[in-house]
């Protein structure tokens, strides 16, 4: 059983760079896609891309400029690079593994808060 | 964007109760939909794709139907485990767009 766990910084000032890592355990990380999903306090979940084990990526366009997501087959991680973070970009920050059948989610992580505060 | 509009938002039942809940879409999104179950802390868990397909492991009381515009997640016997907040997800169109969800309590 594929399973997934988020790791970074719980708190950015604004302007900042907000960097995420998920570590994938019980499988590898080959050949499968890899997401990135968000939910801001009280509010909906947000997509915001995934990439591929060979490193091709695929992003939300509302945040495709901010946005850049990699992959180390050699620790079975991946990440997210969110720049020019603002409070609207506080949320609970999910990796997830992307379906095998289409650009939904099959496994996730637990989440991890990062919230952007002055 | 495609629209995913859930109903009810919040929903009260009773262990061994038979639920259904409802996500429409603002436009055809075939059977492009998944169902996920979030709790508080938890790992999110996936339950459902292509609208009615169960993800392995998933109990068989839970099911989903529909296509199109309409979708809907049934629990057959409300077990405790099932109290939690429920979203639908289209990926019809990327990025995929969620439902604001339908939080199940219990009564």
């Known amino acids: 059983q594929v399973e997934l766990q988020e790791s970074g910084p719980g708190l950015l000032k604004p302007s900042e760079t907000l960097s995420l890592t998920c570590s994938v355990s019980g499988g590898s990380i080959s050949p499968y896609y890899w997401s990135w999903i968000r939910q801001p306090p009280g509010k909906g979940l947000e997509w915001i891309g995934y990439?591929?084990?060979?490193?091709?990526?695929n992003y939300s366009p509302s945040l495709k400029s901010r946005v850049t997501m990699s992959v180390d087959t050699s620790k079975n991680q991946f990440s997210l690079r969110l720049t020019s973070v603002t409070a609207a970009d506080t949320a609970v920050y999910y990796c997830a593994k992307r379906g095998d059948y289409g650009d939904y989610a099959d496994h996730w992580g637990q989440g991890a808060l990062v919230t952007v505060s002055s | 964007d495609i629209q995913m509009t859930q109903s009810p938002s919040t929903l009260s039942a009773s262990v061994g109760d038979r639920v259904t809940l409802t996500c429409r879409a603002s436009q055809t999104i075939s059977t492009w939909l998944a169902w996920y179950q979030l709790k508080p802390g938890k790992a999110p868990k996936s339950l459902i794709y292509h609208a009615f397909r169960l993800q392995s492991g998933v109990p068989s009381r839970f099911s989903g139907s529909g296509s199109g515009t309409e979708f809907t997640l049934t629990i057959s016997s409300l077990q405790p485990d099932d109290f939690a907040t429920y979203y639908c997800h289209q990926y019809h169109t990327y990025p995929g767009t969620f439902g604001q969800g339908t939080k199940l309590e219990i009564k």
């Open positions: 990439v591929y084990h060979s490193g091709s990526t």
